[in-house]
């Protein structure tokens, strides 16, 4: 990531540091030469790293959200969103939607 003053990280920044998140950040932070370091990284070992596409878009990591964000109450199901401002909202979803 985009070296940045500690003091002003993202919440999602400051959350990943909170849970043991291996941050590597990287100076002057151009989006090309942090992708390139995150290649960089990633080959130094790729049998136990993962190279992910910026912003996660990637199948894996949407599937395990969506599992991640659906809850079972009963014979109903929710969705959870969590807002910018770090609050969660829940949702119910008919099965009919097929949330999938």
Not at 36 to 48: I, L, M, T, V
Not at 73 to 99: H, R
Request: cysteine-free; hydrophobic content about 35%; overall charge negative.
């Amino acid at each position: 990531m985009a070296k940045r003053s500690l003091d002003n990280l993202h919440p999602y920044q400051q959350q990943a540091l909170d849970y043991g998140a291996d941050i590597r950040w990287v100076p002057n932070g151009m989006l090309q030469v942090t992708k390139a370091r995150a290649k960089e990284y990633y080959y130094e070992n790729p049998k136990k790293r993962r190279l992910l596409p910026l912003g996660l878009e990637e199948k894996r990591v949407m599937e395990d959200i969506r599992d991640l964000a659906i809850i079972d109450i009963g014979n109903s199901k929710y969705v959870l969103v969590a807002n910018n401002n770090g609050s969660v909202e829940s949702y119910e979803i008919s099965t009919e939607e097929g949330f999938q």
